[in-house]
């Protein structure tokens, strides 16, 4: 009878424990599955907006499968909104801390958006995290020494004032 309440409380933290390793190796919903998979073609295909609409409807099918955010940040990169890639980022880290694909990915996005100091401790978690040799580490390292790259400025961002003048 002694041995009861400890037991029990042993059992329920080997339970959970189970159950969030589980949890994070798990396979998406099917059909979270094929947006997942029209997405990456999409992306690959150069078309980041539709990247980001369909992994938006993949995360509306299933909003536990972490590798979702990671996706949406990889497109909003592409489509050149580091700050919400950022937000993407931070959301994948929040639900597995050590997520080295998101640590390495939010520092990229950093160095993009002109953040190098900020870039630099998510640098020195990765080293922490898994070492010099790791290819994410060597990935932010490289982003890192190459510095935030001058924006170009396209002809559509300058449109002339159209003035209407009388003949």
Known sequence: MRFGPPAAALSLVFAITASM???????PNPRAAMLIAEGKAALDAGQPQKAIDSFEAALAVDPGYTPVFLALAEAARREGLQGKAISYYREAQAREPENVAAISGEGEALVEKGAVEKARK????LE?????RCPETRELAQAIARGPQPQVLRAEAVM???EVSQN
């Open 122 to 125: 998510n640098l020195s978690k």
């Open 128 to 132: 922490k995290l898994c070492g010099d």
């Open 160 to 162: 002339p004032d159209t």
């Open 21 to 27: 390793g589980v949890a994070q190796d798990r396979e």
